[in-house]
C-alpha cells in the first residue's frame, strides 16, 4: 500500500522525516507490536488504508478531499461513504490520535490537507 506518509517522505516535510523509521508502523509498510503510542496511530492510519482498499478504494488522495472545522473538531464533507470522505476520516483519525499521543508540537508546519488539518488542531493544543 502505499500510504499518505509515504508522500510525505518523498515532500521532504519534517513530519515524514521524523516518522520515517519511528517503531514498527510508523513509514512505509508496517508489522509487529506498536512500540508506543505514536507507533501505534501509524499502525491504525495504515490499517485504515487498508480497510479502504479492500472496499475499492484505489490511490490515496491527500488533495482530493474537503472538511471544515465545526466546535473544534474536524468534519469530513465529502459524500458520506465516498472514497474521499473514507480517506478523510482515516486522516482524522491519525491526526486526532496523534494529537492525545503527544506528537511534538515542532512538527506541525506542512501545507498538504492532511498538514493543515493537524495545523489546525495543533492551535487548539
Request: net charge negative; proline share 2%; aromatic share 12%.
Amino acid at each position: 500500500m502505499y500510504s499518505q506518509i509515504s508522500h510525505l517522505f518523498e515532500m521532504g516535510c519534517t513530519f515524514g522525516n521524523y516518522l520515517r523509521d519511528y517503531g514498527c508502523w510508523c513509514g512505509v509498510g508496517g508489522s509487529g507490536t506498536p512500540q508506543d503510542n505514536i507507533d501505534r496511530c501509524c499502525m491504525v492510519h495504515d490499517r485504515c488504508y487498508d480497510q479502504n482498499s479492500r472496499d475499492g478504494c484505489s490511490g490515496i488522495h491527500l488533495e482530493d478531499y474537503s472538511y471544515e472545522w465545526t466546535s473544534l473538531s474536524i468534519q469530513c464533507t465529502n459524500s458520506p461513504g465516498s472514497c474521499d470522505y473514507k480517506n478523510c476520516n482515516c486522516d482524522k483519525e491519525f491526526l486526532e490520535c496523534l494529537r492525545s499521543a503527544g506528537f511534538p508540537r515542532t512538527f506541525f508546519t506542512w501545507t498538504t490537507k492532511l498538514q493543515q488539518m493537524l495545523i489546525n488542531m495543533n492551535n487548539l493544543i
